[in-house]
C-alpha cells in the first residue's frame, strides 16, 4: 500500500498536475477532497469531466464517475458482493477503492485520453425496439452508423500520416529539390537541341522520323499482347466446343439406352418421395418450427423473470411430469387387461416404417444436397482448368496426370449419368403436372359451367371456404376442449388444496378467539405506557440537548486555552533560548583569556573579520575591472577578427561541397538523359 500510495503522489507531483502533495498530506485527505483529485484527473484525460463536486449532488457524480470507468474500460471486482463494495467505496470516497483508480488511470493517461476522445464519436447508445421501427429513425441510424465508419478510416489514416514520420518541411524540401531537378533538365534538353540543331542538317525531319519509329515500337509490342490473348482465347473456345460436343454425345447415348417403363418407374418412384416430403415431412417441421417461433415469442413478450419465478416454474413443472407419468402408468394398466398385444405390435411396425420413412426422406435429402455440391465442385474445376495455362510436364507428372483425368473422367460421366436421369425424371414429372394443372382447370371450368347453368354459381368456391372454416373450427374446438380440461383439473386442484388448509386452519382459529380478547387489553395497556414513555423521553432528550450545549462550549473554551498555553509556552523556549544566547555573547566578549592564552572568539569579531575579507576581496576586484577595461577595445577587435575568419573559413568548406554534390548531381543527371533520350544513328 506505501508503494502504491508513494507512486500516485509522486504521478500527481507532476505536469500536468502539479499538486504538491506529500505521503502525509495526501494520506490525511477527506473523502471529498479524495473524489475532487480523482474528478480532476477524470477532467485531464477529458475536459467534459472537469467539474466542481461541491456543485454537484452526489448521485450525479457517482453515475457520472461510473460512466467514465465504463468508457475507460475500467475492471471493477467480477463477484456480486466485491462488486456492490466497489460501488459504495467509489460513492464514499473508500481509500481503499480510490487509490487503485488513481494508479490504473496515472499510468495509462496518454492511451485513456486517445480512448476518451474517440468514445466521444464511437459509443453505441440503445434504442428501444419500438422506436428504432419507425423508418426515419432507422434510417439516421443506419446513417450514424456509416459516419462512424468513415470516422475509423479517417482516424487509421491520420494515425497512419502521424506514425510515418514525414513533416511538411520535409515535403516542401522534396518539391523544391524536384523543381530543381526539373529546371536543370529543360536546361540541358535545350543544350542538347541547340547541339543538334547546330550539328545535324534537317533535325525537324529527323526527329519525326525518332519519334514515329518509337510509336510503331510500342504499337508493335501492343500487337503482340493482343495476339497472345486472341490465341488464349481460341485455344479455351476449342476447349469449350469440343466440351458441350462430348457432352452432346453423351446426351443422346442415354436417350437411347433409356426406356419409357424405366422413365415412368423411376418418376412414381420420385413422386413417391417428393409427396411423402410435401404431406408429411415438411408439415411436421413446419408446425415445429412454428411452436418453437411461439414459445420463444411468448419468452420474449413476458417480462425478465426472477429467481422465484423461476423456483415456482420449476415447481410446476416438475408436477407436470408426475402428472404425465401417472397418467401414462394408468393408461398401460387399462390396456394390459384388453388384450391389445396385436394392435400394440401393428403400432409398433406402423413407427418402425414411419421412422424408415423418416430416415429415406431425410438420406434422399442429403444426397440431392451432395449432387448439387458435386456439380458446383465440377463446374468450379471446369471454369479453374479454363483459367490454366499449357506449359511442359515431364513424363512422370504426365503419367500421373493422365491417370488422375481419366479417373475423374469416369467419376464425371457416372455423375453426370446420374444427373441427366434426374433431368429426365424431373422433366416428366414437370409435364405430368402440367397437364394435371390442365385437366383440373377443365373440371374447373366444367363444375364453373354446371353451377351457372343451375344457378347455382360460386358453390364450389363456398363449399371450399366452409369446409376450410369447417377445419379451422375444429382445431379451435380442440383447443378450447384441451384449455377446458387443463382449467378444470387447475380449479379441482386448487378446491383440494383450499378444503386441505381449511382443515389445517379450523383448530388455529378456535385457538386464536380467546387470545384476541388478551391481545386487545395488551394493546390498550401498551398504548399507555407508551404516552408515559413518550413523555419521558421527550423531557430527557430536552436536557440532553441543553447538556450537549453546554459540553460543546466547554470542550471549545478548553481547546482555545489549550492552543493558547501552548503558543505561550513555545514563546517563551524561544525567549528563553535568545536570554541564553545573548548571556554567552556577553560572557565570551567580556570574558579574559583562557588556560591556553586566548581569547574566546564572538559574534562581533567573527563578523568585523569577514567585513576585512570582502573589503580586500572588492578591491581586488575594482583592480581586476580596471585592468580589463583598459584591454577591452582590443580585446573585442581581436575576437571579431576571429569570427570573421572562422565564417570565412567555413563559408568556403560550404561552397566547396555545394560544388562537389552540384557536379555529381550534374554528372548523373547527364548520364540519365543520354540513356533516355532518342539517338539519331548517321
Known amino acids: ?28 485527505l477527506e473523502s471529498i477532497s479524495l473524489l475532487q483529485v480523482l474528478n480532476d484527473v477524470f477532467a485531464e484525460i477529458s475536459e ?29 471486482p467480477a463477484d456480486q458482493g466485491s462488486l456492490k463494495a466497489f460501488r459504495v467505496g467509489l460513492v464514499s470516497g473508500d481509500k481503499g477503492v480510490v ?78 529539390n524536384m523543381e530543381e531537378e526539373r529546371t536543370q ?67 443422346q447415348d442415354c436417350n437411347m439406352n433409356a426406356s419409357a417403363e424405366g422413365l415412368l418407374k423411376h418418376l412414381e418412384e420420385e413422386h413417391v418421395g417428393n409427396s411423402y416430403t410435401v404431406k408429411e415431412k415438411l408439415p411436421k417441421e413446419i408446425e ?21 419465478d423461476l423456483q415456482t416454474l420449476e415447481h410446476k413443472l416438475e408436477r407436470a411430469n408426475e402428472d404425465c407419468r401417472k397418467i401414462y402408468e394408468q393408461r398401460m394398466e387399462k390396456q394390459k387387461p384388453a388384450g391389445d398385444d396385436k394392435l400394440s405390435l401393428f403400432r409398433q411396425q406402423a413407427g418402425v416404417v414411419g421412422r424408415k420413412k423418416e430416415t429415406a426422406a431425410a438420406a434422399l435429402a442429403d444426397l440431392r444436397e451432395e449432387v448439387s455440391k458435386l456439380e458446383a465442385e465440377l463446374q ?8 490454366v495455362d499449357g506449359g511442359v510436364l515431364e513424363p512422370e507428372g504426365m503419367a500421373q496426370l493422365v491417370k488422375s483425368v ?19 425424371v424431373n422433366g416428366v414429372k414437370e409435364r405430368t403436372l402440367d397437364l394435371l394443372l390442365e385437366q383440373e382447370e377443365g373440371v374447373r371450368g366444367d363444375i364453373t359451367a354446371l353451377e351457372e347453368e343451375h344457378g347455382l354459381e360460386g358453390y364450389q368456391t363456398t363449399q371450399d371456404e366452409m369446409e376450410r372454416v369447417a377445419e379451422q373450427k375444429s382445431q379451435l374446438d380442440e383447443k378450447k376442449q384441451k384449455t377446458l380440461e387443463e382449467m378444470s383439473a387447475l380449479v379441482i386442484e386448487l378446491n383440494a388444496k383450499v378444503n386441505e388448509k381449511k382443515t389445517t386452519v379450523g383448530p388455529l382459529l378456535q385457538d386464536i378467539r380467546p387470545l384476541r380478547s388478551e391481545y386487545k387489553s395488551l394493546s390498550d395497556e401498551l398504548k399507555e405506557k407508551k404516552k408515559v414513555y413518550d413523555a419521558e423521553k421527550a423531557g430527557l432528550e430536552s436536557q440532553s440537548s441543553a447538556l450537549e450545549q453546554q459540553v460543546r462550549a466547554l470542550q471549545s473554551s478548553v481547546s482555545e486555552q489549550e492552543s493558547r498555553l501552548f503558543i505561550l509556552l513555545e514563546k517563551a523556549k524561544v525567549m528563553e533560548f535568545q536570554q541564553q544566547f545573548a548571556a554567552d555573547e556577553l560572557k565570551r566578549y567580556t570574558a579574559g583569556a583562557r588556560e591556553s592564552g586566548e581569547r574566546e572568539t564572538n559574534f562581533r569579531d567573527r563578523h568585523q573579520k569577514r567585513i576585512h575579507e570582502l573589503e580586500s576581496e572588492q578591491k581586488e576586484l575594482r583592480r581586476k575591472q580596471k585592468a580589463i577595461r583598459s584591454t577591452h577595445a582590443e580585446s573585442t577587435k581581436q575576437m571579431a577578427m576571429w569570427q570573421d575568419v572562422q565564417a570565412l573559413i567555413y563559408a568556403k568548406r560550404q561552397a566547396f561541397r555545394k560544388q562537389e554534390e552540384d557536379n555529381q548531381r550534374q554528372a548523373a543527371q547527364d548520364r540519365e538523359i543520354l540513356a533516355n533520350e532518342d539517338r539519331l544513328v548517321i
Open 380 to 387: 468450379e474445376k471446369q471454369d479453374r482448368l479454363q483459367g
Open 99 to 176: 487509490y487503485p483508480i488513481l494508479n490504473w488511470l496515472l499510468q495509462r493517461i496518454p492511451d485513456l485520453k486517445k480512448r476518451a476522445y474517440l468514445a466521444g464519436f464511437l459509443m453505441k447508445f440503445e434504442i428501444p425496439i419500438e422506436i428504432l421501427q419507425d423508418d426515419d429513425v432507422q434510417r439516421m441510424s443506419t446513417l450514424h452508423e456509416e459516419l462512424k465508419e468513415e470516422f475509423k478510416e479517417a482516424h487509421k489514416a491520420t494515425e497512419r500520416i502521424k506514425s510515418s514520420g514525414t513533416t511538411a518541411s520535409e515535403v516542401r524540401r522534396d518539391v523544391q
Open 406 to 424: 481419366r479417373s475423374d473422367h469416369d467419376r464425371m460421366k457416372e455423375k453426370k449419368r446420374e444427373i441427366e436421369a434426374i433431368q429426365v
Open 185 to 251: 533538365l529543360k536546361r540541358r534538353i535545350d543544350r542538347q537541341r541547340k547541339k543538334v540543331k547546330d550539328n545535324v542538317p534537317n533535325h525537324e525531319a529527323v526527329l519525326v522520323a525518332a519519334t514515329a519509329h518509337r510509336m510503331e515500337k510500342e504499337r508493335d509490342g501492343e500487337i503482340g499482347e493482343q495476339k497472345v490473348d486472341q490465341k488464349n482465347q481460341l485455344l479455351h473456345l476449342e476447349q469449350k466446343y469440343n466440351r458441350i460436343r462430348k457432352h452432346m454425345h453423351e446426351l
Open 288 to 308: 415445429l418450427r412454428r411452436r418453437v417461433r411461439d414459445v420463444l415469442k411468448r419468452v420474449a413478450e413476458e417480462p425478465v423473470p426472477t429467481a422465484e
Open 48 to 76: 467534459d469531466q472537469r467539474k466542481d463536486l461541491r456543485d454537484e449532488a452526489p448521485e450525479d457524480t457517482a453515475m457520472r464517475m461510473f460512466s467514465q470507468l465504463r468508457v475507460l474500460k475500467y475492471k471493477p
Open 1 to 28: 500500500m506505501a508503494e502504491l500510495l508513494r507512486g500516485i503522489v509522486e504521478k500527481l507531483n507532476e505536469e500536468p498536475f502539479n499538486k504538491k502533495f506529500s505521503l502525509i498530506s495526501f494520506d490525511a
